[in-house]
């Protein structure tokens, strides 16, 4: 297909096209002239999985890249790429002074050893899983950590859903598609759900409702 078509199979303007060329986000197509390449649908799908990233993510340009390279890159290594793309899209920081970081890590690894879960020190997701509890410690949320346990187990229920879905995929690279998609909106999905079950069960506990 030509870029006009594959602008409007996409949904996405010709001259963003254009920009995620220029910028090594979308590969080049197949040179048919001068000034004209033909594209297939593997450009379709990476221009739908660039614009999930960036509209619907919120992920920069440079992370976006980053998470392509790996996409990308001649490593099969299925438990290392998909790591490496979880790794990228971990990037939000909550901050704490020093003693309450340093508790903090302290209390993530004693959660990590007693569910077993084998997670790198250096693991972005366990670094901001420390940084988390700091920040409800130093706001005084301390009995949500006492409960730390119950919300360890139901995350353990929903990466068990999470990663039987990805591994009922055919290819690697749907596989990291999932990854990337699953956490960007996955994350929101779950977060929905939260709220609207918090919502269901607070109107039962505290509004007359038949209580749980």
């Known amino acids: 297909m030509r ?4 602008s409007r199979e996409s949904g996405v303007p010709t001259p963003t096209i254009k920009y995620y060329l220029r910028e090594g986000l979308l590969l080049p197509g197949e040179k ?3 000034n004209q390449a033909r594209y297939d649908a593997r450009h379709l799908r990476r221009l739908r999985l660039i614009r999930a990233m960036l509209e619907i993510g919120g992920i920069s340009v440079a992370t976006a890249k980053e998470v392509l390279a790996t996409v990308d890159a ?7 790429m998909l790591g490496a793309a979880q790794y990228l899209l971990t990037a939000r920081r909550h901050h704490c ?3 309450t970081r340093e ?5 993530a690894g004693r959660l990590l050893a007693e569910r077993d879960w084998r997670v ?8 901001m899983l420390a940084e988390v509890i700091g920040s409800l410690r130093t706001l005084g949320q301390d009995d949500f950590l006492d409960r730390l346990g119950d919300y360890a187990r139901a995350a353990d229920d929903i ?5 039987s879905v990805v591994a009922g995929r055919d290819d690697l690279e ?8 699953g956490n960007l909106l996955g994350d929101t999905l779950i977060a929905v759900l939260r709220r609207v079950a918090q919502e269901n069960l607070s109107e039962r506990m505290f509004s007359g409702g038949d209580g749980i």
Do not use: F, N, Y
């Open 74 to 80: 001649a490593e099969k290594d299925t438990h290392r």
């Open 103 to 107: 508790q903090a890590e302290a209390e």
């Open 97 to 99: 002074d020093q003693e």
């Open 174 to 181: 749907s596989m990291m598609e999932g990854v990337i998609l």
């Open 120 to 127: 790198p020190v250096k693991s972005p997701a366990r670094i």
């Open 32 to 34: 048919t002239g001068p």
């Open 3 to 6: 870029m006009a078509e594959l």
């Open 159 to 163: 990466a068990a859903v999470d990663l």
